[in-house]
């Protein structure tokens, strides 16, 4: 039986019930077969566009540019004055050009989307009266999901049923704080804000527990509905808004060089259409037209070789920032520690032994059923009771404002609430505390030495919780109102020794120019002891009160100083980063818990791990399939890599591409004939952007991974002046030759001057690619081939049939004996002016530095 999902519009107003029976389904979840004729039916649960569309889109996309679509109205007008040859080459050089930035792309695309499945999103769902574990994207409506704490929200559903169920709604309703959601039936005009029976897709649980139905999946739900009005797109990345300028720059130097360049060509007498079709030819060859598809490529490339390494890009264009990265915040669990919590010991209030407190720790862990965590499976481990004779009544879930966890548990002759936490939580709803004999005194006769035996324990490195506990009765159950007047019992010692190599791994980031920042929720003499393991020497700390009393300026400053933010709440994570990147600074966070995904999206680059949970996956742009610093390191050489390979494309474009162009304008002003026509223009532009689609895979040079890289305008631009202005000097060299040595026709001359602009502008690139020699640094072995390709098809295509086609003539001998000659000199040229540009670079960077 199909559903329409028109008809669940204001599901919150149906019953349980109601809602199976119009869904057609039961309790007993969906067999495999009705899910799959719902999926079919729906659509997989996903908001983004289907990949046919997508595909048509990125074709139509190579066309986009306002020069490209004037030169096609150009040739086309051409043809409508007879000269349908012509035409016919441009569309085609035109259309090969789109077709090679498509592909290119699409391929980039496809990699990328494989990447993606290997940190795919999964819930749990109750299908064919079973729990399985599937993608997100599987779920269809009728489906069961049960949900816990760090789990997002698969679809818009209904609540089956819910144990103090707290949701983050921020992104529909701006509410800061978590919404407590409990099951029932709500007017049908009660506001999306109100509906507190009802989950919606995009939010995720912050503590509890739930199982519910979903009722609207994909574009049907109304974070879909929001989603497709808004289109949202990601902030842009330094390295996105710094092509965009770079493109913006480009357009500007085009514009006003087309608009002279005709005007003089006109005021010539030179025929309209034909000055027309060189200045836009001219435009096209300006404008690096594969530039989109060349970055799409050295993106993906760097992201399958990065997913060798155990780090999956989920957004292609945080590579750059992340190579970029000065500044990594990190927990210090997983990453700087084992990330395996041990039991060192339980303790009573005065510091000795107590397995009165290891048994309620362990009742309090193993009883409770919402989120699984370190802390609990550590105590579980150690505690070795062959007998358990009590049975859950209730618990409250640990949340990140209570900072604790009670439990209900009741055998034969007991009933008593254990709650279990951080210390200070604890005792500030404890009332009495038990000593050693059992006898109960007053909480404030011993909070000092309690106090102090927290500060001497802390001082030793171990993290230390509290536990506590309460007579309860059978006919209640236990609330958050009820957590208080409780009984001091003890304290659980816990340790998460450091990684052996930690240290030489930190030193190895400093050396790479990234400094480690963590940040934790520990107390600040256990993050002192930490970071004395691993040798951070007098290691500044901040704690979170501190913060608070900080203005932001005062905090930018110390944040800068600071080698540990701790006793830090979840809020203040997100304070820190923009503070860091306030202050000029690359910052990337590793998070992988519930409250991490404000501070992941704030980062410059967000990083979290395959085994975070749901909603720190969602919100990063980076994925580590192993949590160990060794192989973010490795992701940062290879983002560096990545960000280099897309420079020398940038390189080559803005030096002899622009170099030629600016010739050939220069050029038509005086000469009786164009220096090159339309169509060879094209040719010329495709031919030296040919080996450039092989620059992904090309070797990097050492000097390039050593520091973070930033994208600099002012650099290209001094770049693109300074190799732009040496590559004319040679071009006119040649007109010089071709004019005064060979008295060159009008077809010999566009010939000659064909051969020389494409072999100069694709050896060039041998010379840009490194700062080193370029005879040090070889090219990769694609970038070779490439580029000998060109070069041999170049010099082979006077000689045929294709030559007439294009207007190309066969040149005299002596013409090539020239042609080395000045490309040699132009190449050892570059070289000497290459060592002189990087050498004024490295002096300014030393004088920047010393006024700072």
Same mark, same amino acid.
């Given at each position: 039986?199909?559903?329409?999902?028109?008809?669940?519009?204001?599901?919150?107003?149906?019953?349980?019930?109601?809602?199976?029976?119009?869904?057609?389904?039961?309790?007993?979840?969906?067999?495999?077969?009705?899910?799959?004729?719902?999926?079919?039916?729906? *659509?997989?649960?996903?908001? /983004?566009?289907? #990949? $046919? @569309?997508?595909?048509? +889109? =990125?074709? !139509?996309? &190579?066309?986009?540019?306002?020069?490209?679509?004037?030169?096609?109205?150009?040739?086309?007008?051409?043809?409508?004055?007879?000269?349908?040859?012509?035409?016919?080459?441009?569309?085609?050089?035109?259309?090969?050009?789109?077709?090679? *930035?498509?592909?290119?792309? /699409?391929?980039? #695309? $496809? @990699?990328?989307?494989? +990447? =993606?499945? !290997?940190? &795919?999103?999964?819930?749990?769902?109750?299908?064919?009266?079973?729990?399985?574990?599937?993608?997100?994207?599987?779920?269809?409506?009728?489906?069961?999901?049960?949900?816990?704490?760090?789990?997002?929200?698969?679809?818009?559903?209904?609540?089956?049923?819910?144990?103090?169920?707290?949701?983050?709604?921020?992104?529909?309703?701006?509410?800061?704080?978590?919404?407590?959601?409990?099951?029932?039936?709500?007017?049908?005009?009660?506001?999306?804000?109100?509906?507190?029976?009802?989950?919606?897709?995009?939010?995720?649980?912050?503590?509890?527990?739930?199982?519910?139905?979903?009722?609207?999946?994909?574009?049907?739900?109304?974070?879909?509905?929001?989603?497709?009005?808004?289109?949202?797109?990601?902030?842009?990345?330094?390295?996105?808004?710094?092509?965009?300028?770079?493109?913006?720059?480009l357009m500007e130097i085009t514009l006003l060089l087309v608009i002279i360049i005709?005007?003089?060509?006109?005021?010539?007498?030179?025929?309209?259409?034909?000055?027309?079709?060189?200045?836009?030819?001219?435009?096209?060859?300006?404008?690096?037209?594969?530039?989109?598809?060349?970055?799409?490529?050295?993106?993906?490339?760097?992201?399958?070789?990065?997913?060798?390494?155990?780090?999956?890009?989920?957004?292609?264009?945080?590579?750059?920032?992340?190579?970029?990265?000065?500044?990594?915040?990190?927990?210090?669990?997983?990453?700087?520690?084992?990330?395996?919590?041990?039991?060192?010991?339980?303790?009573?209030?005065?510091?000795?032994?107590?397995?009165?407190?290891?048994?309620?720790?362990?009742?309090?862990?193993?009883?409770?059923?919402?989120?699984?965590?370190?802390?609990?499976?550590?105590?579980?481990?150690?505690?070795?009771?062959?007998?358990?004779?009590?049975?859950?009544?209730?618990?409250?879930?640990?949340?990140?404002?209570?900072?604790?966890?009670?439990?209900?548990?009741?055998?034969?002759?007991?009933?008593?609430?254990?709650?279990?936490?951080?210390?200070?939580?604890?005792?500030?709803?404890?009332?009495?505390?038990e000593t050693a004999d059992g006898t109960l005194v007053i909480i404030e006769g011993?909070?000092?030495?309690?106090?102090?035996?927290?500060?001497?324990?802390?001082?030793?490195g171990y993290r230390t919780l509290g536990v506590a506990y309460k007579p309860a009765?059978?006919?209640?159950?236990?609330?958050?109102?009820?957590?208080?007047?409780?009984?001091?019992?003890?304290?659980?010692?816990?340790?998460?020794?450091?990684?052996?190599?930690?240290?030489?791994?930190?030193?190895?980031?400093?050396?790479?120019?990234?400094?480690?920042?963590?940040?934790?929720?520990?107390?600040?003499?256990?993050?002192?002891?930490?970071?004395?393991?691993?040798?951070?020497?007098?290691?500044?700390?901040?704690?979170?009160?501190?913060?608070?009393?900080?203005?932001?300026?005062?905090?930018?400053?110390?944040?800068?100083?600071?080698?540990?933010?701790?006793?830090?709440?979840?809020?203040?994570?997100?304070?820190?980063?923009?503070?860091?990147?306030?202050?000029?600074?690359?910052?990337?966070?590793?998070?992988?818990?519930?409250?991490?995904?404000?501070?992941?999206?704030?980062?410059?680059?967000?990083?979290?791990?395959?085994?975070?949970?749901?909603?720190?996956?969602?919100?990063?742009?980076?994925?580590?399939?192993?949590?160990?610093?060794?192989?973010?390191?490795?992701?940062?050489?290879?983002?560096?890599?990545?960000?280099?390979?897309?420079?020398?494309?940038?390189?080559?474009?803005?030096?002899?591409?622009?170099?030629?162009?600016?010739?050939?304008?220069?050029?038509?002003?005086?000469?009786?004939?164009?220096?090159?026509?339309?169509?060879?223009?094209?040719?010329?532009?495709?031919?030296?952007?040919?080996?450039?689609?092989?620059?992904?895979?090309?070797?990097?040079?050492?000097?390039?991974?050593?520091?973070?890289?930033?994208?600099?305008?002012?650099?290209?631009?001094?770049?693109?002046?300074?190799?732009?202005?040496?590559?004319?000097?040679?071009?006119?060299?040649?007109?010089?030759?071709?004019?005064?040595?060979?008295?060159?026709?009008?077809?010999?001359?566009?010939?000659?001057?064909?051969?020389?602009?494409?072999?100069?502008?694709?050896?060039?690139?041998?010379?840009?690619?490194?700062?080193?020699?370029?005879?040090?640094?070889?090219?990769?072995?694609?970038?070779?081939?490439?580029?000998?390709?060109?070069?041999?098809?170049?010099?082979?295509?006077?000689?045929?049939?294709?030559?007439?086609?294009?207007?190309?003539?066969?040149?005299?001998?002596?013409?090539?004996?020239?042609?080395?000659?000045?490309?040699?000199?132009?190449?050892?040229?570059?070289?000497?002016?290459?060592?002189?540009?990087?050498?004024?670079?490295?002096?300014?960077?030393?004088?920047?530095?010393?006024?700072?």
């Amino acid at each position: 039986m199909e559903t329409n999902p028109a008809q669940f519009e204001n599901f919150w107003h149906l019953s349980a019930d109601e809602a199976l029976s119009q869904l057609s389904c039961s309790v007993n979840g969906l067999t495999d077969s009705e899910a799959a004729k719902r999926l079919k039916q729906y *659509g997989p649960n996903t908001i /983004k566009s289907s #990949a $046919n @569309a997508s595909a048509i +889109l =990125l074709f !139509l996309s &190579q066309f986009k540019s306002p020069v490209t679509i004037l030169l096609i109205i150009a040739a086309l007008l051409s043809a409508g004055l007879g000269d349908m040859a012509d035409t016919v080459i441009i569309l085609t050089i035109v259309l090969i050009s789109s077709f090679l *930035g498509f592909w290119q792309e /699409k391929g980039a #695309a $496809n @990699a990328v989307k494989e +990447l =993606l499945k !290997l940190v &795919q999103l999964h819930c749990k769902v109750f299908r064919a009266q079973q729990k399985k574990d599937l993608p997100v994207e599987a779920v269809v409506p009728g489906d069961i999901v049960f949900l816990s704490a760090g789990d997002i929200i698969p679809g818009d559903s209904l609540l089956l049923e819910s144990q103090e169920l707290f949701i983050d709604e921020a992104a529909f309703t701006g509410e800061t704080y978590p919404v407590e959601k409990t099951c029932g039936v709500l007017p049908v005009d009660t506001p999306l804000s109100k509906r507190t029976n009802s989950l919606f897709m995009g939010s995720h649980v912050i503590s509890g527990k739930a199982k519910a139905l979903v009722i609207q999946t994909g574009k049907d739900t109304e974070f879909g509905k929001i989603s497709s009005g808004l289109q949202q797109k990601a902030p842009e990345t330094d390295f996105e808004k710094g092509i965009r300028k770079f493109g913006y720059m480009l357009m500007e130097i085009t514009l006003l060089l087309v608009i002279i360049i005709f005007a003089i060509n006109v005021l010539l007498h030179k025929p309209v259409l034909d000055s027309f079709l060189f200045s836009l030819a001219l435009a096209v060859g300006l404008t690096p037209q594969l530039l989109p598809a060349i970055i799409s490529v050295n993106l993906s490339t760097g992201a399958r070789r990065m997913a060798k390494l155990q780090v999956i890009v989920k957004r292609l264009s945080s590579i750059e920032n992340f190579g970029s990265m000065n500044i990594l915040c990190s927990d210090k669990t997983g990453t700087i520690t084992e990330g395996k919590v041990n039991l060192k010991d339980t303790l009573d209030i005065a510091g000795k032994h107590s397995d009165k407190v290891l048994q309620y720790a362990w009742l309090n862990a193993s009883m409770q059923k919402g989120f699984n965590n370190p802390i609990d499976e550590a105590i579980c481990s150690t505690y070795k009771e062959e007998k358990n004779d009590y049975t859950l009544q209730t618990e409250i879930p640990y949340d990140f404002i209570r900072k604790r966890l009670t439990v209900q548990v009741k055998n034969s002759t007991q009933n008593i609430a254990i709650t279990k936490g951080a210390l200070n939580a604890v005792l500030a709803i404890c009332t009495q505390a038990e000593t050693a004999d059992g006898t109960l005194v007053i909480i404030e006769g011993c909070r000092k030495a309690i106090t102090d035996q927290y500060q001497q324990l802390s001082n030793a490195g171990y993290r230390t919780l509290g536990v506590a506990y309460k007579p309860a009765e059978v006919t209640h159950n236990f609330t958050r109102d009820d957590e208080k007047d409780m009984i001091f019992l003890g304290f659980v010692t816990l340790f998460d020794p450091p990684k052996k190599d930690v240290a030489d791994i930190l030193v190895n980031l400093d050396k790479m120019g990234v400094k480690l920042k963590i940040i934790t929720g520990d107390n600040a003499l256990v993050a002192r002891s930490l970071a004395l393991q691993v040798g951070i020497k007098d290691p500044k700390i901040l704690t979170g009160a501190d913060m608070q009393k900080m203005s932001n300026a005062a905090l930018m400053h110390q944040a800068q100083l600071t080698h540990i933010f701790a006793e830090v709440e979840p809020n203040q994570k997100e304070r820190i980063i923009l503070m860091l990147k306030k202050a000029g600074n690359v910052v990337g966070f590793m998070g992988d818990g519930i409250n991490d995904a404000p501070a992941l999206h704030t980062a410059d680059v967000g990083i979290s791990v395959n085994t975070a949970v749901d909603v720190a996956k969602e919100a990063a742009d980076i994925v580590l399939l192993s949590q160990d610093l060794d192989v973010l390191a490795n992701g940062i050489i290879e983002g560096r890599k990545t960000f280099t390979n897309t420079m020398k494309y940038i390189f080559m474009a803005t030096s002899a591409n622009f170099g030629n162009m600016f010739s050939m304008a220069g050029a038509s002003l005086f000469l009786p004939f164009l220096p090159l026509l339309p169509k060879q223009i094209l040719l010329t532009n495709l031919l030296t952007d040919f080996p450039e689609m092989a620059i992904a895979t090309d070797r990097v040079d050492q000097i390039n991974i050593q520091s973070p890289q930033n994208w600099d305008l002012g650099f290209i631009r001094r770049f693109m002046i300074t190799f732009g202005l040496l590559s004319s000097v040679f071009d006119y060299i040649t007109f010089g030759v071709l004019i005064y040595v060979f008295h060159a026709s009008e077809k010999t001359f566009q010939t000659g001057w064909f051969i020389e602009s494409v072999i100069s502008a694709t050896l060039i690139v041998l010379v840009v690619r490194t700062r080193l020699r370029f005879f040090k640094s070889l090219p990769g072995k694609y970038l070779s081939i490439a580029t000998g390709f060109i070069l041999l098809f170049v010099l082979i295509l006077p000689l045929t049939p294709l030559s007439a086609w294009f207007g190309f003539v066969r040149l005299p001998v002596t013409y090539y004996g020239w042609m080395a000659m000045i490309v040699v000199c132009y190449i050892l040229s570059a070289e000497l002016a290459k060592r002189w540009f990087y050498r004024k670079v490295r002096v300014a960077v030393h004088h920047r530095r010393y006024k700072l």
